[in-house]
Nanobody
Framework: VQLQASGGGLVQAGGSLGLSCAAS????????TGWFRQAPGKAREFVGA????????YVADFVKGRFTISRDNAKNTVYLQMNSLKPEDTAVYYC????????????????????WGQGTLVTVSS
């Protein structure tokens, strides 16, 4: 599985940005896709994930109500829509894939994800 994250950029606080994670090698419906981020000087943290079936999504509390995850099976792409962005959302955002025996489960831990994209930088100015 190869993942390509894109869509990062510079946005003002309160604005929106949409990230894409394009997969190749396998269908996105065959694995859990997660989004993580790493701010300067901080550890990488879980942002959200979508299940194999696509029927379940889960986002971290600190982005709940602002970020949503979706998927387009035809384009083999997973999206992270980010609204009401804050300066503290500034980070490199990564997408990752994890095999799962369950079609409805999502993973929040980094070690569950075996495949990682290269990251895309999101900068939110105040």
């Amino acid at each position: 599985v190869q993942l390509q994250a894109s869509g990062g950029g510079l946005v003002q606080a309160g604005g929106s940005l949409g990230l894409s994670c394009a997969a190749s090698g396998r269908s996105v419906s065959s694995f859990v896709t997660g989004w993580f981020r790493q701010a300067p000087g901080k550890a990488r943290e879980f942002v959200g994930a979508i299940s194999r079936s696509g029927g379940k999504t889960y986002v971290a509390d600190f982005v709940k109500g602002r970020f949503t995850i979706s998927r387009d099976n035809a384009k083999n792409t997973v999206y992270l829509q980010m609204n009401s962005l804050k300066p503290e959302d500034t980070a490199v955002y990564y997408c990752a894939a994890s095999r799962s025996f369950s079609s409805s489960y999502v993973y929040t831990a980094e070690h569950e994800y075996a495949y990682w994209g290269q990251g895309t930088l999101v900068t939110v100015s105040s």
